[in-house]
């Protein structure tokens, strides 16, 4: 444990040393009775912080699945594995960049588990080890501060954002409306009337086309064939593009995640790995994935293998290698289209008058 004496701790020393000087130069036993007491104060300050941190536990109990940038509940448990004794006036606080907010705690009854709910943000994603938290108390006279370290030796892994950034509900939008494709089928929105065929259900007969005709018609709807989307992310990105490429990271995971809200299929591909959702996993997997990647120059781009999907590229390269590659119906996604999302969704931007 580390001890730090504040303020009134010093003016208090002071005030036993001016009393011991008193004593030792005037031979009162007044002044002696009372340096003892001060003297006693020290000891039983000292002892009571000690004792009250002492015993104890800590374990922080965080969400199964951590996107970063956001809020997360949480839970902190503190358990005091002193039997009899308790634990007064305990500040619980983090290192230098923790997620956990501090908190504090009034007392903690002797075998006692204490937890408290907490939020917790995690600033970007990758492997996270939480593991430098201090327990602090000033009890019972606030003339020493003492610490009293506790190392969690736990790792997570934190998702890249899926909340939207500037550009992203657009570009969302965007790729529902070129997803959908109308064919004949079963659906919603009319399509035709036809002549009815054999085993087909009578509630789609048209019985005022049928008295017109004299033939059963029947009433054919357009079906909403949904394309699949096909994502490239290239990890050619210079230090220059850092940026940039954790952008187009955090787009992959948000286009991820609302193509798995709606129940679509998604094939993210990058020159590490190739990850169907969800013939090959569901959306965790595919944030796991995003959550480690890193830009990797030098490597070539891969080619297209769905010629049927609708293909979405990020790329930091010149817009020229997508046909030499063979991404010419692709939508390019580089360091230009995210400039230009951020500079439209800045309130601050002048804008043309109508």
Not at 39 to 56: C, D, H, I, P, Q
Not at 82 to 110: D, M
Not at 256 to 263: D, K, P, Q, S
Request: proline share 8%; net charge neutral; charged share 25%.
């Amino acid at each position: 444990m580390r001890a730090r004496v504040t303020l009134g701790g010093w003016l208090f020393l002071a005030g036993t040393a001016a009393v011991g000087a008193a004593a030792l130069l005037t031979g009162n036993n007044l002044l002696f009775l009372i340096l003892a007491a001060m003297l006693a104060m020290l000891l039983v300050s000292n002892f009571v912080t000690r004792l009250s941190l002492a015993g104890l536990e800590l374990d922080l109990i965080l969400p199964e699945h951590l996107p970063a940038r956001q809020k997360l509940p949480a839970r902190v448990r503190v358990r005091n594995t002193k039997r009899w004794t308790p634990a007064f006036s305990i500040h619980l606080s983090g290192a230098a960049g923790s997620v956990v907010e501090p908190l504090y705690f009034p007392l903690l009854p002797g075998a006692a588990v204490i937890e408290a709910a907490i939020q917790v943000t995690f600033p970007k994603r990758g492997p996270h080890q939480e593991d430098a938290f201090l327990f602090t108390s000033s009890f019972p006279f606030g003339f020493f501060v003492r610490h009293a370290p506790v190392q969690l030796h736990r790792q997570v892994l934190v998702y890249p954002s899926i909340q939207p950034q500037p550009g992203f509900e657009d570009l969302w939008r965007a790729l529902r409306g070129d997803l959908e494709v109308h064919q004949r089928g079963r659906g919603h929105d009319f399509y035709r009337i036809r002549p009815y065929e054999a085993l087909e259900s009578a509630r789609h007969v048209d019985w005022k086309a049928t008295a017109h005709t004299g033939t059963l018609q029947v009433r054919e709807f357009a079906r909403e064939e949904e394309r699949h989307l096909e994502v490239f992310l290239d990890l050619e990105a210079p230090d220059t593009q850092a940026g940039w490429f954790e952008q187009a990271v955090d787009c992959c995971a948000y286009l991820a995640w609302r193509t798995a809200e709606r129940g679509r299929r998604l094939r993210l591909r990058c020159q590490e790995f190739d990850l169907a959702m969800p013939e090959e996993g569901d959306v965790y997997d595919v944030l796991k994935r995003l959550a480690l990647v890193r830009a990797a120059p030098g490597k070539p781009p891969l080619q297209p293998e769905e010629r049927e999907a609708y293909q979405l590229v990020f790329s930091a390269r010149p817009p020229h290698w997508l046909a030499e590659a063979g991404w010419q119906e692709a939508r390019l996604l580089g360091p230009e289209w995210f400039a230009e999302a951020a500079a439209a969704s800045d309130p601050a931007r002048p804008r043309m008058l109508p």
